[in-house]
């Protein structure tokens, strides 16, 4: 009695069931019924290397009854290929599921070899944008995004727009500036030899060095913000000084009570530990993170003022 | 009421929103979807029974001084840097906050017994519980680890051994249950007739290495399994057909040193059409290309910055960011910028102190230099202890429930900030076409002097855990002994 059993399109296959390796097995999970038939047909269709319509329907059956099981979605995904499937209609069950299986990741995986056969990404961010809309940080639909703009060129087709919203709605939102990155860089880190990004194009560089120190300005003391600027900073092999000005806005030595950042704190301490004869004074800025700004990481600062080599500075 | 906290934060309001939002959470998680699974024995919200603080109206009013409150726990510290602008990620780092000073500063015990240093101790007896529980049958809404069972085997039998239980009478139920999940051409899967997947392999083959069972694995199979999981890019995929990331190469490389697999690779290898000839070959540029402009290490190229292993990389860089992980003020560690702490990361973020440290070129006198050891005790012995006399196992943060994925790493990142692990540079890294580096780790207890300062007793104290391979240092050497003559 069961679902496949009773149904003579399955009466073909004998079914394979589990093998739990003993009397005792460890952490043995107490399947319902109709996991349990669903996954011994699966068995002996995988054995047979079996790729048929039905197997479209068992794996969306056992899909539905475990979104995470990683051999069901590869299974699918061959089978979908092997039969030359409508793979619209596969996108269309897959927003669905998505919506419902918001942190299951298989699923992300699963389009990416849909919409790359398809070999159109019509639709695709709109989707992606309601994702967003309910986790603005999930990690598996960023990764998504990217292969998107990667796969189908989208270095221009309104991502920078998009991250500009999303940092709009909440500055400190990281997966946002770190897509803004791949955007503005992606191209280039990717083929090496393009002149462009932050690295080959001073019109590009500027424009984002703006956009990190307006966002700065919002929220000084956001991770983000400073990571982006530094990192631009490092990527494109800047001297420091020339942010020093900005950042000794928030981070001034002259007014160790006012500091408005501890991360403008720390990248005040770098700056003065390539200025040369500033050593004393990285030191000083060191001493301000260790002893009141940011107490937590104490050994670590004092980790980078050793690496100064110079004597102790009194506080 | 201490000064330092406010009006609204009185834990009494704490505690109702606790107990408001225990929630039966969705299985699957960020955790690549083995986190957040409901335990067998769980804690429920009428298990409180009324009080709002269990235990606590037991105890005597404490009469003594409170011991001093850590300069990052401080008010002057807590108030720094007030911002204007609320947004979705202020909003939930502030309720986090909110959640944690309570424990963090001793104004609410959860009725734990406390040590010399009056921090709660480590509750070796529950958590012990709490992981024996996680091998009894599981209820049918369980099927959501149907894919990743091998995970709990592991998780279960390294925590245990981490607080120094005897997991010998696990051995033979652990080899039966293993033995229908390795498929004849290499790899496990997580369950019977399951593809063979890396994550599952990976958890499968350190269970077994705990259990001192690792005759059970078909090394030469798993090696031409390996094979097909190389890419011509010098990455590794989680199964064959499946995504290629930074956790395969992590898991694929563990699996080889702990096998004494040959890094040669085998004849029918796809890489080797891209000309590869070794499981190592491109593999230090791809995960360079992992490494993104802020420093840390993404899932794949270009992807955002994720906890992960140090390695042909910017290391000043990694460093600053691995730094800026621990979170002010739960002393913690994060994942990522901007986002919330979290007690798995006191492994996959604490881990990597000794490692970053042997790659440093003007390293400290140790690892323990680096960061803030006491910070991540506090923060896992008064936030992430399960509370009510009989609970156990170890979570996220308050808010969330206790599970074997965030007891294992607890208890590993007690283990990373209570020892010293050094890494011996003079001895050899690779031998006869083997990757012998992950077995030159040693490790030193802490002094008398470094468990005031960390504030632990000696019953706080956990096993050595492998800093690599995340599971006791006798098991790695063992494992090592055991493949040493490389016959596959
Ligand atoms: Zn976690």
């Known amino acids: 009695m069961g679902r496949y059993s009773d149904d003579p399109a399955w009466a073909d296959i004998i079914p394979l069931p589990t093998d739990e390796g003993g009397p005792n097995p460890l952490a043995a999970i107490a399947y319902d019924d109709e996991y349990a038939e669903a996954m011994s047909y699966l068995r002996a269709v995988m054995a047979a290397n079996e790729f048929s319509p039905r197997i479209l329907d068992l794996t969306e059956d056992l899909i539905d009854m475990n979104p995470a099981h990683y051999t069901v979605w590869l299974y699918r995904a061959q089978c979908l290929f092997a039969l030359k499937s409508d793979l619209h209609a596969e996108l269309a069950w897959l927003n669905a599921t998505a919506l419902e299986h918001q942190k299951n990741y298989q699923i992300w995986h699963h389009r990416m070899l849909v919409v790359d056969v398809l070999d159109s990404c019509e639709g695709e961010r709109e989707f992606v944008s309601r994702m967003f809309e309910l986790d603005a940080k999930n990690y598996h639909v960023w990764s998504y995004r990217q292969w998107l703009v990667r796969r189908f060129g989208l270095w221009e087709q309104g991502e920078l727009e998009f991250t500009r919203d999303l940092i709009e709605k909440d500055v400190r939102n990281n997966s946002a500036w770190n897509h803004r990155w791949y955007v503005v860089n992606g191209r280039e880190e990717r083929e090496e030899g393009e002149a462009g990004g932050v690295v080959g194009d001073a019109a590009v560089r500027e424009r984002e060095m703006e956009f990190a120190m307006q966002a700065i300005e919002k929220a000084p003391q956001n991770q983000s913000s400073w990571g982006y600027l530094r990192g631009i900073v490092r990527k494109a092999g800047l001297p420091l000084q020339g942010c020093k000005a900005f950042v000794q806005r928030f981070a001034s030595l002259e007014q160790p009570d006012e500091v408005r950042s501890s991360y403008a704190l720390d990248f005040m301490a770098e700056i003065l530990a390539e200025e040369k004869g500033s050593e004393q004074q990285a030191a000083l800025a060191l001493d301000m993170l260790a002893q009141k700004y940011d107490p937590v990481r104490r050994n670590y600062w004092e980790y980078r003022k050793g690496l100064l080599g110079v004597d102790a500075v009194a506080a | ?488």
């Open chain 2, 1 to 488: 009421m201490s000064p330092l906290v406010r009006k609204d934060d009185d834990p009494r309001n704490t505690l109702e929103e606790l107990l408001q939002q225990s929630r039966i959470e969705e299985l699957t998680s960020e955790h690549d979807g083995y986190e957040d699974v409901e335990p067998a024995h769980s804690s429920t919200a009428h298990d409180f029974n009324g009080h709002p603080f269990p235990g606590n109206h037991l105890q005597p009013a404490r009469t003594q001084a409170k011991p001093p409150l850590p300069p990052w726990l401080q008010a002057a510290t807590l108030g720094l840097f007030h911002e204007d602008l609320t947004t979705t990620t202020t909003q939930a780092q502030a309720k986090v906050t909110k959640e944690c000073l309570p424990h963090l500063t001793g104004q609410d015990t959860s009725g734990f017994e406390l040590n010399s240093h009056g921090l709660p101790h480590l509750r070796r007896t529950q958590h012990a519980a709490f992981l024996h529980a996680q091998f009894e049958p599981l209820p049918a809404p369980y099927v959501a680890i149907d894919a990743s069972r091998p995970w709990f085997f592991y998780w279960v039998l390294s925590g245990l051994s981490a607080l120094g239980e005897d997991i010998n009478p696990y051995r033979e139920p652990l080899i039966a249950t293993v033995r229908p999940l390795q498929n004849p051409t290499g790899g496990f899967g997580g369950g019977h007739g399951q593809l063979s997947h890396c994550a599952c392999s990976y958890a499968t083959i350190l269970a077994l290495t705990i259990a001192d069972a690792l005759h059970v694995v078909d090394r030469r199979a798993t090696w031409h399994w390996l094979g097909t999981l190389k890419q011509p890019d010098g990455g590794f995929r989680m199964a064959i057909g499946a995504e290629e990331d930074i956790r395969g190469a992590y898991c694929a490389m563990t699996m080889l040193t702990l096998l004494n697999l040959p890094l040669e690779l085998p004849p029918d290898s796809l890489a080797r059409t891209a000309g590869l000839t070794r499981f190592t070959d491109k593999l230090g540029e791809w995960i360079s290309h992992c490494q993104t402009y802020e420093g840390g290490i993404a899932g794949a190229p270009t992807n955002e910055a994720h906890g992960a292993i140090p390695r042909y990389l910017d290391v000043p860089a990694l460093l600053a960011w691995l730094a800026a992980r621990q979170t002010q003020p739960e002393g913690g560690f994060q994942g990522r910028q901007e986002k919330l702490v979290d007690a798995c990361y006191s492994h996959w973020v604490g881990g990597c102190w000794a490692l970053i440290t042997a790659a440093l070129q003007q390293p400290p006198r140790n690892s323990a230099a680096l960061w803030n050891r006491a910070a991540l005790v506090r923060y896992l012995l008064t936030c992430c202890q399960q509370p009510g006399k009989k609970k156990g196992g170890m979570r996220d943060k308050p808010s969330t429930r206790p599970d074997a994925y965030h007891t294992l790493y607890s208890l590993a990142g007690l283990s990373h900030a209570q020892n010293v692990f050094t890494y011996n540079a003079r001895a050899p890294t690779t031998g006869e076409g083997r990757s012998l580096a992950a077995f030159n780790w040693a490790a030193r207890g802490p002094s008398k002097e470094e468990m005031r300062e960390l504030g632990v007793d000696e019953e706080d104290l956990v096993n050595f855990v492998h800093p690599v391979f995340v599971i006791p240092m006798a098991a790695v050497e063992r494992a090592r002994q055991e493949f040493e003559d490389g016959t596959l």
